[in-house]
Nanobody, 126 residues
């Protein structure tokens, strides 16, 4: 199993930036994928971005392309989500998740991910 801990959420004005970090521990091999999801008030959980543990392949939801960047930080052993040009509609609880048994494409369905962090709140004021 993999344990995931998110950090970096907070309150920011529209147009501002935040950086979320996901620290993974437990499983030491690098064959799984990590994804960021979010769940806004009254909404279903949705895929934001995903990355292979090596960092060589990434995938983004259309609504964050050009604004968000997912990347590995090898020094910290984390997967980070840099969020720029934030909008009020980006307000949500953001979750880090691991797709543990996937050696193919980065999947976007929450049901494909077995391990989840506790979530971190991001609030964007307009």
């Amino acid at each position: 199993q993999v344990q995931l801990v998110e950090s970096g959420g907070g309150l920011v004005q529209a147009g501002g930036s935040l950086r979320l970090s996901c620290a993974a521990s437990g499983r030491t091999d690098s064959s799984y994928r990590l994804g960021w999801f979010r769940q806004g008030p009254g909404k279903e959980r949705e895929f934001v971005a995903g990355i292979t543990w090596s960092g060589s392949t990434v995938r983004y939801a259309e609504f964050v392309k050009g604004r968000f960047t997912i990347a590995r930080d090898n020094a910290k052993n984390t997967v980070d989500l840099q969020m720029n040009s934030l909008k009020a509609e980006d307000t949500a609880v953001y979750y880090c998740a691991a797709d543990l048994w996937n050696w193919g494409v980065i999947r976007t369905s929450p049901g494909s991910y077995e391990s989840w962090g506790q979530g971190t709140q991001v609030t964007v004021s307009s």
